[in-house]
Each structure stands twice: as C-alpha cells, then as structure tokens.
C-alpha cells in the first residue's frame, strides 16, 4: 500500500482543512516543536486502524480529539 495523500478536517491543531501530498520514496516530516508533525501521523493511524491512544473509536469519540464536523480521510492507491 501506499499513501500519496493526506486530508486532515478538523482534528487536534488542524481547525479546517490540512492536506499534504506524498512523493513516491521515503517522506521526511520537518517542523518546529508543536507544529503538528506527529498529529499527521496520528490521524492517519486513527483512520486506518481506528485506534486512537490504545482504544477503539467505534461509536464514541472525544471532541477533544475530533471536532464535530471534522474527520481524518485518507487516500491511498496500492
């Protein structure tokens, strides 16, 4: 599988729309403390696996974590 893009609505530090495109080969993530390199990585993991800090988000989630109009998409082509 690979991921070539990343859309981000509302989740964490990223209040609307955060999309990022990967090239093919290896992607570094490079930012200052706080910026949201490893939210990228977090919401791509939540949405693949719908696990988020070791529990399943089936039918609960915490507007902490997931404002109300927002999800993680991503688009992946294998």
Excluded: W
Excluded at 30 to 44: F, P, R, Y
Excluded at 49 to 57: A, K, M, P, T, V
């Amino acid at each position: 599988m690979k991921i070539e893009k990343i859309n981000i609505y509302n989740y964490k530090c990223y209040y609307s729309k955060f999309s990022i495109d990967f090239n093919k080969g290896v992607n570094i993530l490079v930012g200052d403390n706080g910026s949201g390199k490893s939210t990228i990585l977090e919401a791509a993991h939540l949405a693949l696996s719908g696990i988020l800090y070791g529990r399943y988000l089936k039918k609960r989630t915490n507007p902490i974590y997931i404002q109300q109009q927002g999800c993680c998409r991503i688009f992946r082509k294998s």
